[in-house]
């Protein structure tokens, strides 16, 4: 774990800005556009939670830095952790199970493809990697990690339900009305409840997963990289 607050500074700014950057190239800005229906998308919400996440931390390390009493760059960690693994779940569902439904007629590596579905998870990752603290973690937090996608989920469906097209089915010409196709009952009914409850173990292991190293692998260790006292 490296402590040092101006290394930190340096990482969160510098995470925050290309964030943001994949995110507004994604909806269309630098395009001098607004595709306001991105926004409904799991991978645009995950991505608005890990620009709050960097603009949060950014600022509290900045007030720490003027702070000498703080000897760490380890701030909000447990939700740190829920949002690292919400927005994990954007990178490993879009390379798994998208990517093969959406080649040939989607643009994988483009900038903001390639910011938003992998670049932003693993700057959150590494973020908490380097510099949250061990012990930091209650268990209650595996199960918080699930609130969200819970939320999420319900949310779009209905939406969809009461009468919002995500898309237009290139297949058979017919709405879209859930804004992914591992659960859209319409098309492939009752296996939508297989693929969920799936994620929901996923994110209960991943999370499980992530309580453990915090609890019994990771140790403090005192990393100051080009700072003095």
């Not at 190239?25 to 630098?30: A, K, N, P, S």
């Not at 900045?62 to 000897?71: A, P, T």
Request: net charge positive.
């Amino acid at each position: 774990m490296i402590k040092s607050k101006k290394i930190a500074i340096v990482y969160r700014a510098a995470a925050l800005i290309l964030a943001t950057a994949g995110l507004l190239d994604l909806v269309g800005v630098f395009q001098g556009e607004f595709h306001s229906g991105v926004l409904y998308y799991y991978t645009a919400q995950t991505n608005i939670m890990a620009i709050v996440l960097f603009v949060l931390l950014t600022i509290k390390t900045v007030c720490g830095l003027r702070n000498n009493n703080e000897n760490t760059a380890c701030y909000f960690p447990r939700v740190s952790m829920v949002c690292t693994i919400n927005i994990l779940l954007t990178l490993v569902v879009f390379w798994v199970l998208l990517v093969p439904q959406l080649k040939g007629i989607w643009p994988l590596w483009t900038f903001n493809n390639l910011a938003t579905h992998a670049i932003t998870p693993l700057l959150c990752l590494i973020d908490y990697i380097l510099f949250s603290e061990p012990r930091r973690l209650e268990y209650r937090d595996v199960y918080y990690v699930t609130v969200f996608p819970l939320c999420y989920l319900i949310y779009s469906s209905l939406i969809g339900l009461t009468g919002y097209v995500y898309a237009i089915s290139m297949t058979d010409g017919l709405p879209i009305r859930f804004p992914y196709y591992f659960y859209d009952f319409d098309r492939i009914g009752a296996l939508a409840i297989v693929y969920i409850v799936c994620m929901m173990i996923f994110f209960l292991i991943i999370g499980h997963l992530f309580y453990y190293i915090d609890q019994k692998v990771r140790k403090p260790i005192n990393v100051e990289i080009l700072s003095k006292k």
